[in-house]
């Protein structure tokens, strides 16, 4: 391992938990040393890359980038109000990887680079009290020179790793969902997030729900209108369980968006879970995978934890 790629591990693993900026910084010269030969990288290169992995995670996730909840780092609060231009105006809030819809975008990347000269290019290069020499930058210019940039592209898996691992660490200390790790795997290239289809859990709550109830506005579903719901949302589990899940209409739904239950919702769904187990147990789906996570859903409070977790 050369010194150059000890020195860049080295500020990756050493970076400060105030925010993730170095961690998306580090990432997006990765991504972009592959199959490059020119040592020069612009910051609107970086600048949108780091948009793009940002929204990815807030989109979907709605994961929170520093310490501060109610004060986001500056690069998010643009990443924010770009996903709320994209919501505006429309009626169901289906969130979108920023690859497919980046050109409907209103992008000010002049702000976001200045953002990026202000604070993250320069203070990358800190390690402690000493400044390591991995790029050249001037203060105030509008690309980096990386020297090195071939070291980046032979080690870029190896480096994609100690990045998502490094960046999940620091995610942990600002958020309380599950599964942080393949939150922020998912912005690997070619990764997708994907909602799996709920259609399998139909027999399951058609056991306690026959005549499809919405769980919301407590009103008959026609089929034409019928969704699953994710009463603990989606974004925070990542996740399908059968615990978590009911029958409601497709736009109480949609307009539900990632709102954290009420307690009487928690209290509505824990006992239908101990209803459906207990007729569960009486028929031959008892036997099943997704029978046998409810039970364990509810011996270990699950419902409860999460929700409480999520607020």
């Keep these: ?50 948009l793009r992995n940002y929204w990815n995670q807030t989109i979907f996730f709605d994961l929170v980038q520093g310490s501060n909840p109610s004060k986001p780092p500056e690069f998010i609060n643009e990443v924010k109000h770009l996903i709320n231009f994209f919501y505006e105006d429309k009626e169901t809030h289906i969130p979108k990887r920023f690859e497919r819809i ?56 190896l480096l994609f790793d100690v990045i998502n691992f490094r960046w999940t660490q620091i995610l942990e200390q600002f958020n309380t969902s599950p599964r942080v790790a393949k939150k922020v795997k998912s912005m690997d290239l070619g990764e997708s997030i994907r909602r799996k289809s709920l259609r399998p859990f139909r027999p399951y709550l058609d056991v306690t729900n026959s005549k499809r109830i919405c769980f919301i506005c407590h009103n008959t579903i026609h089929e034409d209108q019928l969704s699953i719901d994710h009463v603990i949302p989606w974004s925070f589990m990542y996740s399908d369980d059968l615990w978590n899940l009911v029958y409601a209409h497709k736009g109480c739904n949609s307009q539900k968006l990632n709102v954290i239950p009420a307690q009487s919702e928690i209290e509505r769904l824990n006992s239908r879970n101990y209803e459906l187990l207990e007729k569960l147990k009486q028929m031959e789906l008892a036997n099943k995978k997704h029978t046998h996570e409810l039970e364990l859903a509810i011996n270990q409070n699950y419902v409860e934890k999460f929700w409480i977790s999520a607020k």
């Design 102 to 157: 980046e050109s409907s975008l209103p992008i000010n990347y002049k702000k976001l680079v200045s953002i990026l000269k202000k604070d993250v290019s320069w203070r990358f290069l800190n390690l402690g009290k000493e400044k390591v020499d991995l790029y050249s930058y001037k203060r105030g210019a509008d690309f980096i020179l990386l020297d090195n940039i071939q070291v980046l592209a032979q080690n870029s898996s």
């Design 1 to 50: 391992m050369t010194n150059f790629l000890n020195q860049f591990l080295l500020v990756i693993q050493n970076s400060s938990v105030d925010n993730t900026y170095k961690m998306a910084w580090a990432r997006a010269i990765v991504e972009l040393s592959i199959n490059r030969t020119d040592p020069r990288i612009y910051l609107e290169e970086i600048a949108k890359v780091m």
